[in-house]
Antibody, heavy 129, light 107 residues
Framework: EVQLLESGGGLVQPGGSLRLSCAAS????????MSWVRQAPGKGLEWVSA????????YYADSVKGRFTISRDNSKNTLYLQMNSLRAEDTAVYYC??????????????????????WGQGTLVTVSS | EIVLTQSPDFQSVTPKEKVTITCRAS??????LHWYQQKPDQSPKLLIK???QSISGVPSRFSGSGSGTDFTLTINSLEAEDAATYYC?????????FGQGTKVEIK
């Protein structure tokens, strides 16, 4: 059974930093790209960032580029999101989501995204003084 | 960036009624359009992939259609458990984007 468990959310002051984690199980983690998607309170879904299966390719939404860094440790089956210079508008539930497209070997270096077949339960980040 | 515009934003529907939600893309995305259902305090759940392909375990009353820029999610014979917000999502190009959501309420 595929499971994605986010952690690391909490209250942080504007300008502060936070690192989110997403522990994955039930599938070959390194064979799938992963994404972070966020949802501000009462708002819709916003795709934030993605990383290829090998970790060699990443992509960011303009709203977080230069402030957030996505990474993964395939030996620990864990996805991360380092969030720096946080703003009030970053307040949201952050979901990690598994891409459905399987990769192997060299194809895991590229970022070929598809739909999300599994989502975590989310972790709330609140940016406020 | 490809913008997805859903309509309507909100719909109040009687059980057994048919629901139609549309999603329009700002440029052609082929069939790289997917639909998710999100119930209150839950994570999104995949409903339809590639515009019209069904997902195992999803009730057959949910169906999708369309290609290019215009897409439709249909819920035939709405049930009380279908009260949720529905989102379209495109994977044609980066950045991936979502529609703003359509909230379906049961009368």
């Amino acid at each position: 059974e595929v499971q994605l468990l986010e952690s690391g959310g909490g209250l942080v002051q504007p300008g502060g930093s936070l690192r989110l984690s997403c522990a994955a199980s039930g599938f070959t983690f390194s064979s799938y790209a992963m994404s972070w998607v966020r949802q501000a309170p009462g708002k819709g879904l916003e795709w934030v960032s993605a990383i290829s299966g090998s970790g060699g390719s990443t992509y960011y939404a303009d709203s977080v580029k230069g402030r957030f860094t996505i990474s993964r440790d395939n030996s620990k089956n864990t996805l991360y999101l380092q969030m720096n210079s946080l703003r009030a508008e970053d307040t949201a539930v952050y979901y990690c989501a598994k891409d459905r497209r399987y990769c192997s070997g060299g194809s895991c270096r590229a970022l070929n995204l598809d739909y999300f077949d599994y989502w975590g339960q989310g972790t709330l980040v609140t940016v406020s003084s | 960036e490809i913008v997805l515009t859903q309509s309507p934003d909100f719909q109040s529907v009687t059980p057994k009624e048919k629901v139609t939600i549309t999603c329009r893309a700002s440029q052609s995305i082929g069939s790289s359009l997917h639909w998710y259902q999100q119930k209150p305090d839950q994570s999104p759940k995949l409903l339809i992939k590639y515009a019209s392909q069904s997902i195992s375990g999803v009730p057959s009353r949910f169906s999708g259609s369309g290609s290019g820029t215009d897409f439709t999610l249909t819920i035939n014979s709405l049930e009380a458990e279908d009260a949720a917000t529905y989102y379209c999502h495109q994977s044609s190009s980066l950045p991936q984007t979502f529609g703003q959501g359509t909230k379906v309420e049961i009368k």
